[in-house]
């Protein structure tokens, strides 16, 4: 009892489980705030039985936007179950995913890329880490949703940053839900020095600062060329054949590698003549060897036809850097002639009729697409994601069709 004693004493009160009869305990957080280790300390205090709500044998699912993901924050992180379980300490059965404690009790990890692995189990309780995130949100929570049936008051506790997902909006409106809303000040005793300093000066009152460090539900800009109801419409979980795939790269400015993003996106074309964007790989804060190097494995995951480069910052640079990282890389160059918005208008457009899906959800390039309005982000960052998505529609179904114009240089 000690375990749960502790935790009761130490725990903020928004991260202890609401009173009275709820289903879903929806926990919205920013950045290290502390809804990891709320989501750890409620499983295994659950699973050891120091706090009612599990019986013996009780059967526990782990979902996250990945297995890595599960198993490096969820179960491994220094917030996640085996960091907190001072006393009877589950064992982690690795090459069957799951946890088993002294009680009996087991948790399996799961996956938001792999729905049909939740088809068939059974469990009292869950956990789910970033639904904000998840790859194929729906259809991952709805066969969650059919397991979880065991015990008396099966419930699940949902951790993430709120992202106005439609998904996340229903559960805010469902009457079984809970809501606790907790901030990354609120956490500051347990962050580094100066970390809240230096990211609220960057980031305080921005939408972006409202969402990942005060754990608001920001809707949609109405000035925006995309709705996320939308792109939901527009998510597949299979696609047929692609006779033509592209990885577009917009690289960071000259001298800002360490503050920025490269938009690193992979976008097919199917036989009907509708583009499906298949991966976001854009990676932050890279040098150029880096972020050339993503852009290669890529390119080689998927085959892809050709490189679409903007040149605009970086000039001859940028195709320099890829040949360096990979010779073979065919590189079409391109350069905005354009502002950007009046660029994204017609890949909008393209959205609105359907002639594009996405093979799954890509949350922080969905992200910067509903929050792109006339005067770019709200935050005043470049959309260098979105930028590398129009890049990449623009080749596949704005300019010219049939065989890639892959410049040789």
Excluded at 145 to 156: A, V
Excluded at 298 to 319: H, K, P, S, W
Aim: with cysteine; net charge neutral; aromatic share 6%.
């Amino acid at each position: 009892m000690a375990h749960a004693h502790d935790w009761s004493l130490t725990a903020r009160p928004e991260q202890l489980p609401p009173r009275g009869a709820w289903r879903t305990w929806l926990m919205m957080g920013g950045r290290g705030s502390g809804k990891t280790r709320a989501g750890a300390e409620w499983v295994h205090a659950l699973a050891t039985g120091d706090m009612p709500g599990l019986g013996r044998d009780g059967r526990i699912a782990l979902v996250a936007e990945t297995f890595g993901d599960a198993r490096e924050v969820m179960i491994d992180g220094i917030s996640g179950i085996l960091g907190v379980a001072r006393a009877e300490r589950p064992s982690f059965e690795a090459t069957r995913r799951r946890l088993v404690w002294p009680s009996g009790a087991v948790a399996q990890m799961f996956s938001s890329e792999d729905p049909e692995s939740l088809r068939g189990p059974q469990f009292d309780l869950a956990w789910c880490d970033e639904l904000g995130k998840w790859r194929h949100a729906r259809e991952t929570w709805d066969m969650l949703q059919f397991g979880l049936r065991l015990g008396t008051s099966p419930r699940q506790l949902v951790t993430t940053t709120p992202r106005a997902t439609p998904l996340m909006l229903a559960l805010v409106k469902d009457k079984a839900t809970r809501v606790t809303r907790i901030r990354t000040e609120d956490n500051a005793a347990n962050l580094a020095a100066g970390f809240l300093e230096t990211i609220r000066a960057r980031y305080g009152g921005t939408r972006l600062g409202r969402q990942e460090l005060d754990g608001e539900l920001i809707a949609d800009r109405e000035d925006g060329l995309w709705r996320r109801e939308q792109i939901e419409a527009l998510v597949v979980r299979t696609h047929g054949p692609l006779h033509r795939i592209v990885v577009a790269v917009d690289p960071p400015a000259s001298g800002e590698a360490k503050h920025s993003c490269c938009g690193i996106v992979a976008v097919g074309l199917d036989a009907e003549g509708r583009a499906v964007v298949l991966a976001d790989g854009s990676v932050e804060g890279a040098s150029p060897s880096h972020w050339a190097g993503a852009v290669s494995r890529l390119y080689r995951r998927f085959d892809a036809d050709c490189v679409v480069a903007e040149i605009n910052q970086g000039g001859d640079m940028v195709t320099s850097v890829l040949r360096t990282v990979d010779p073979t890389l065919p590189v079409r160059q391109v350069r905005a002639t354009r502002g950007k918005w009046l660029r994204a208008e017609p890949v909008a457009a393209l959205y609105e009729q359907g002639r594009v899906a996405h093979a799954g959800h890509f949350a922080a390039l969905e992200d910067q697409m509903c929050d792109f309005g006339p005067d770019g982000l709200s935050s005043g960052r470049s959309p260098d994601r979105l930028d590398a998505l129009v890049w990449a529609l623009t080749e596949l179904m704005l300019g010219r069709r049939g065989e890639p114009q892959v410049r040789h240089l």
